[in-house]
Antibody
Framework: EVQLVESGGDLVQPGGSLRLSCVASGFTFSDHYMDWVRQAPGKGLEWVGRIRNKGNSYTTEYAASLKNRFTISRDDSKNSLFLQMNSLTTEDTAVYYC?????????????WGKGTAVTVSS | DIQLTQSPSFLSASEGDRVSITCRASQGISSYLGWYQQKPGKAPKLLISAASTLQSGVPSRFSGSGSRTEFTLIISSLQPEDFATYYCQQLSSYPITFGQGTRLEIK
């Protein structure tokens, strides 16, 4: 079964850091681009960023407002995707989803995890 | 950034109805548009890619059309499981953006 499972969500104080993980199974993780998408409580979907595959040099793209605080990485040997989040504010409170990029540009997001909840509060 | 504006934001309809949701882009995006369905407490699900390509397993009552700046998602005959929130997404250029969502509720 093709599956993505996120973890690492937690309650964190403003200014703190958190690292989210996403473990993939049931498909060749290393072949795919991967994305992070977040959803604040009661709000819509917001794209966080993307990491390409090895064949595309693991290059990354980010939402401009998050670029200086968030970093996406991956470990293909562990079928894992990561999101390092620094200098968190209350506006980063959201459910964070990882998603797989469909083969073929522009890589629509065809498989999603169930999400992990991040709460930023003092 | 490319802005996507969905209309309506809220839609009340009955089982069996035909409904249409529009997504307008602030600039031309060719056909690089996807439609997603999200049910409460669940992850989004990709329904349509490239404006009109139905994903495997998605019922044929869903269809998409459009290009450049105006796109439409049509559900030809609403079923109980279709009541959800729908989002359009553009992948023409970075940053990838979503529409604000259309919440489809039972009348």
């Amino acid at each position: 079964e093709v599956q993505l499972v996120e973890s690492g969500g937690d309650l964190v104080q403003p200014g703190g850091s958190l690292r989210l993980s996403c473990v993939a199974s049931g498909f060749t993780f290393s072949d795919h681009y991967m994305d992070w998408v977040r959803q604040a409580p009661g709000k819509g979907l917001e794209w966080v960023g993307r990491i390409r595959n090895k064949g595309n040099s693991y290059t990354t793209e980010y939402a401009a407002s998050l670029k200086n605080r968030f970093t996406i990485s991956r470990d293909d040997s562990k079928n894992s995707l990561f999101l390092q989040m620094n200098s968190l504010t209350t506006e980063d409170t959201a459910v964070y989803y990882c998603a797989r990029g469909l083969f073929g540009e522009p890589r629509y997001m065809d498989v999603w995890g169930k999400g992990t909840a991040v709460t930023v509060s003092s | 950034d490319i802005q996507l504006t969905q209309s309506p934001s809220f839609l009340s309809a009955s089982e069996g109805d035909r409904v249409s949701i529009t997504c307008r882009a602030s600039q031309g995006i060719s056909s690089y548009l996807g439609w997603y369905q999200q049910k409460p407490g669940k992850a989004p699900k990709l329904l349509i890619s490239a404006a009109s390509t139905l994903q495997s397993g998605v019922p044929s009552r869903f269809s998409g059309s459009g290009s450049r700046t105006e796109f439409t998602l049509i559900i030809s005959s609403l079923q109980p499981e279709d009541f959800a929130t729908y989002y359009c997404q553009q992948l023409s250029s970075y940053p990838i953006t979503f529409g604000q969502g259309t919440r489809l509720e039972i009348k």
